[in-house]
């Protein structure tokens, strides 16, 4: 599953850049995702943080409100997909499943490259293959 991670604009506290850290990713990087239960604006908050332990910044409050029971714990894999307007994209497998990248997913969707800054695209569409 894709999820947006939004946030890049807004600098981490120890003063490192998101848009930087994101430019230094490559698809297919290991991500870490880190659940913030007590996270002051949101109890649902989770961190992307890149290979290199810099966070990129979150995932979307709306699909981490939905996926948050999933999100902790050893059986969460995820790798980087591809830089967006609002951030980025990464690739997350569930139930210890390894996130498989096709080209289809790294590819910068046209009807994306306006997007402002911050805000999740309403839907990213994993690849569809056709029937045998």
Known sequence: MSFAVVGAAHPNADGSNRQ???????????VTLVPEPHNPHDRYAVAVYSCRDVQLGYISARRARQ???????????????????FGAWVRVGFEGK????????LAEPVEQADAPIDEEPVFYPDEIWPDD
């Open 20 to 30: 930087f850290e994101t430019l230094l990713c490559h698809a297919g990087e290991p």
């Open 67 to 85: 996926f948050a029971t999933r999100f902790g714990g050893d059986l969460v894999r995820a790798v980087f997909q591809r830089r967006a307007v």
């Open 98 to 105: 390894e996130p498989h990248l096709t080209s289809a997913m």
